[in-house]
């Protein structure tokens, strides 16, 4: 079992009260995997919101059947999968473990029961969710812009 002090650990629930998070614990399920285990692929239906407690994941995305390319790194503390919480139907990328890991999850028609019941919980998490959303997006703009800046087709056009 866990205790609020495990909630408080995940980045996004840091501006949450005890309250709150106690409210969490009912719903937040511990699930573990192995090194290399695949938590989602893209393509699975998005159920679930994951907040790594301990170990790595990567995000990768499928070019092709044989090309892979990572998209981020997932430390403990920090949310993934927030596919689940905008209603999308399915994950778009893949979630592998690098090492072993121990992961928080919510079912996604928990947290929106929950959300429904305290507001003010579901306003919180939904600026923290936005939070995440914007610091990705500006990564891979700043990822995009550094690619066509170096890409050697376009380096005389700039």
């Known amino acids: 079992m866990f205790a609020i002090e495990d909630l408080k650990q995940i980045v996004m629930l840091t501006h949450l009260n005890d309250e709150m998070l106690a409210k969490l614990i009912p719903i937040t399920e511990l699930l573990l995997f192995d090194d290399k285990e695949v938590i989602f692929r893209e393509g699975d239906k998005a159920d679930r ?32 999968g927030w596919s689940a919480m905008l209603d999308e139907d399915s994950f778009t990328s893949d979630a592998i473990c690098v090492e072993p890991c121990k992961v ?33 997006l500006n990564i891979r703009t700043a990822q995009f ?14």
């Open 104 to 136: 928080f999850s919510f079912r996604r028609e928990k947290i929106k029961a929950l959300f429904e019941q305290d507001h003010s919980l579901g306003y919180v998490m939904s600026q923290r969710l936005l939070r995440i959303l914007k610091q990705r």
């Open 145 to 158: 812009i550094k690619t066509i800046k170096h890409h050697p087709d376009l380096v005389d056009l700039l």
């Open 49 to 80: 919101l994951y907040m790594l407690q301990h170990g790595k994941v990567l995000l990768e995305q499928r070019l092709t059947e044989k090309i892979t390319v990572s998209v981020n790194a997932i430390k403990p503390g920090f949310t993934f």
